[in-house]
């Protein structure tokens, strides 16, 4: 019944933490109010991605079992603070530096420790529990885009501030992590052996381009000419396909194993680029289909990824491995966002920026090839 609570609990902060995809709701008053373009207007989103990635990697260092609980609560405090210095900002650098480094920072400390838990517990269903969890995350635009929206009708500022407010009154449910894992804390070097950077190289190529869709689901529907309210709906049923992705390939994983999955969800990434390709904004469904796949594969790599660190090096190493490897997601946000500002500031077509996912998804096809040879995983 402990567990059970914890995992609900656990799925309620994710699901107010997730707000942070909820930034393309943002976008738009972002670049009235400080007169920018696309690209400039994408920073605090790709800081805020970045410092999430540097802060498993610092969580992973210094977690251990008897400062769980305090690494939760310090991490909803460091949000609220984040929200907090960028409602009171005047000039861009310091939205980037509430929102972006700030906010992104205490997202990735209380995002590490429900799944360090979860990874250190004896179960044949880790893979299902720990998807479970992140299905809060993933789905949170599901709630926090139409919170975020009603919040942006008092202005920008206003927004920012309310949600402050809001993580400001979260902060004690990180108490929930108070007792004790049983966790056995191994000190070690972490190995760049050819499986991990290949996992490293895979993890910043699948989840490059979630990214990179996510934040530019709005201002595509709209370049598009879609009504707005119209792409406003479909965010919340894009938040639910990454939501439900996330148990949905945890099952997979613990089912079929880590190939059979990775290779299922840049299948399903390269038919979002064919769909995207074919329609051209034409179709408002085939946009929602196209988009719904790629929130869906996102959901899928940060489900996949914390499961094969833990098959392949042990859970005793997991935190530290893991950590690590989570740098490539602020890697990712980073190539994601000059791939599309490149395109669509300078060429402006959508075209060209499906075929580039369709490149980057075949190399990542020939990465996964690569590791079937080095990362000896069993499938059940």
């Known amino acids: 019944m402990k567990k059970w609570i914890e995992i609900i609990l656990s799925m309620v902060l994710m699901l107010f933490m997730g707000s942070i995809y909820a930034y393309s709701v943002f976008r738009s008053e972002v670049m009235a109010y400080y007169n920018i373009n696309l690209f400039l207007s994408g920073l ?22 008897d400062n769980t609980s305090l690494i939760a609560v310090l991490g909803l405090l460091t949000i609220s603070l984040g929200f907090f210095v960028a409602s009171l900002s005047n ?14 920072f205490g997202v990735g400390l209380t995002y590490s420790v429900p799944i360090f838990r979860l990874q250190q517990r004896k179960s044949t269903h880790t893979g299902f529990y720990t998807g479970l969890i992140l299905l809060g995350f993933g789905a949170s635009p599901l709630v926090t885009a139409n919170l975020i929206k009603w919040f942006l009708s008092f202005g920008l500022k206003e927004a920012l501030l309310y949600m402050s407010i809001l993580f400001l009154v979260l902060s004690p449910i990180g108490l929930i992590y108070h007792k004790e894992a049983k966790i ?6 972490v190995i760049w052996d050819q499986p991990f950077m290949l996992l490293y190289i895979l993890f910043v190529l699948g989840t490059s381009v979630g990214l990179m869709m996510i934040g530019l689901s709005v201002q595509v529907g709209t370049l598009y000419a879609f009504n707005l309210n119209h792409i406003t709906l479909l965010l919340s049923i894009f938040a639910v396909f990454n939501g439900l992705s996330r148990p949905l390939f945890g099952y997979l994983m613990d089912k079929f194993g880590f190939q059979f999955s990775a290779r299922l969800s840049i299948g399903l990434i390269i038919l979002a680029s064919f ?14 289909i196209s988009f719904s796949l790629y929130w ?15 098959t392949y090096y042990g859970k005793d190493l997991y935190a530290s491995y893991y950590g690590v490897l989570f740098t490539a997601y602020g890697v990712a946000a980073l190539f994601g966002h000059l791939l599309s500002g490149a395109i669509l500031d300078y060429v402006g077509k959508t075209v060209y920026l499906y ?7 075949l190399v990542a096809l020939c990465i996964i090839k690569r590791l079937s040879l080095s990362l000896k995983i069993r499938v059940d």
Request: hydrophobic share 55%; no cysteine; charged share 10%.
């Open 44 to 65: 605090p989103y790709m800081t805020a991605l970045a410092f999430y990635a540097i802060s498993m990697f610092v969580t992973g260092k210094i977690i251990k079992r």
């Open 91 to 104: 000039q861009l650098w310091m939205l980037i530096a509430g929102y972006g480094v700030f906010a992104g």
């Open 184 to 189: 056995k804390r191994v000190k070690h070097k």
């Open 275 to 288: 769909i995207g390709l074919i329609n051209q904004g034409q179709s408002i469904l085939l946009y929602g």
């Open 296 to 310: 869906f594969n996102l959901g899928a790599f940060l489900s996949l990824m914390p499961q094969v660190i833990k």
């Open 355 to 361: 075929l580039a996912i369709v490149v980057v998804s």
